[in-house]
């Protein structure tokens, strides 16, 4: 059975309904490295084209070494994927239970995949009120009433928030205490890898890290991510599916974007400059409260005057997508997400808010 979900990214479909090239449209919907494809990869995807003629390496071999290079890990706790949202619905064949508790607003896909397999889904809604904190004491009761498993992003999507490596630690020991199974979803955390709970995660026995290499490496068409756990998960996780889930080109981009340093160091730090400034000149508006982030997104909230649907509107007609985020638990008709892109993009988003909210959000 198929289904529909409420993503970012949309940018084929919104360019057939408007009868326009998707090159006419800047899609602030999605939050992928305005960098775009590394030149390493590039030259990787080109170079294995004729290696299209035989079957994808099943083992991942190349893939596995660089990113146990990377990580500073062994190869055997990775599991590659067809993107980590494939993770995600492999989830349930891994854990024995009938009872998740996710940690919202969230990445929808959990919630999707979970009930497509009759699990029964509870949630602890964050607040804008707190900052999206966590209260650790409702966390471990809720954990003590017989939940099997535990998802949590972190950094948190769409907020941005990023937790602290103690707090994901004593998640983690609360998880174990209470024999849950705990998956942390860390699709954006290269962006601040040096708050990775990765080393931490990969000694346990009841815990796996699931990462994403599409938005930090800017290749969301070829669809790629792994998983970081001990060997003993990782051979089991490999084992749910068939063969060839990854094809050719999407491991050798992988391998390739991984030794690319200076792409990885320069995305860092335009990253981080980019946020900067894009968020400061967001706060300037009255009607607008900016969330701080430490990713390639902003959490933007709108205290009066229209709602995120009503304002994506407008901005389409200038050609700008963004992210409508009432879809999202606890989140409402007034919050929307958007991208952190190049400084000439971030400023047509100004320039277009500017004229949306001239009159109704005065400075």
């Not at 649907?309 to 997508?321: A, D, P, S, V």
Request: glycine share 6%; net charge negative.
């Amino acid at each position: 059975m198929s289904h529909s979900s409420n993503h970012g990214g949309n940018i084929a479909a919104v360019a057939r309904s408007l009868g326009v090239p998707i090159d006419t449209l800047t899609d602030f919907s999605a939050s992928i490295n305005p960098l775009g494809v590394s030149p390493l990869v590039r030259a990787a995807i080109i170079s294995a084209l004729d290696a299209l003629v035989h079957y994808p390496d099943s083992g991942h071999a190349e893939l596995r070494a660089a990113l146990a290079q990377h990580h500073g890990l062994p190869a055997e706790s990775f599991t590659i994927a067809n993107g980590s949202t494939e993770l995600i619905y492999n989830l349930p064949a891994l854990i024995s239970g009938t009872k998740a508790l996710l940690i919202a607003p969230c990445f929808s896909e959990y919630s999707q995949a979970l009930h497509q397999h009759g699990w029964q889904v509870e949630q602890i809604v964050l607040t804008p009120e707190s900052n999206f904190s966590i209260d650790l004491q409702q966390l471990e009761t809720a954990l003590s009433g017989g939940i099997d498993l535990l998802c949590l992003c972190n950094p948190a999507n769409p907020s941005g928030t990023l937790y602290p490596q103690q707090v994901i630690e004593r998640i983690a020991t609360f998880c174990h205490t209470n024999g849950t199974f705990f998956v942390l979803d860390e699709a954006f955390m290269d962006f601040c890898e040096e708050s990775s709970a990765k080393l931490f995660i990969a000694r346990q026995g009841n815990a796996i890290v699931l990462r994403s290499m599409t938005k930090f490496f800017g290749i969301p068409g070829l669809r790629l991510g792994y998983a970081i756990s001990n060997s003993t998960l990782a051979e089991r996780l490999n084992a749910i599916g068939g063969p060839w889930r990854v094809n050719t080109l999407a491991l050798v981009a992988g391998t390739a974007a991984l030794q690319d340093e200076d792409y990885i160091q320069r995305t860092i730090a335009d990253t981080s400059l980019e946020r900067h400034i894009l968020s400061r000149s967001l706060e300037r508006f009255p009607c607008l409260r900016v969330y701080t982030s430490s990713v390639n997104y902003l959490l933007v909230e709108i205290t009066r005057a229209t709602t995120a649907k009503e304002l994506q509107e407008h901005l389409l007609q200038q050609r700008l997508l963004i992210r409508d985020c009432s879809s999202f638990d606890g989140l409402s008709e007034r919050f929307f997400r958007v991208a952190v892109k190049n400084r000439q993009d971030n400023q047509r988003l100004l320039d277009a808010l500017e004229m949306v909210f001239s009159s109704s959000c005065e400075h």
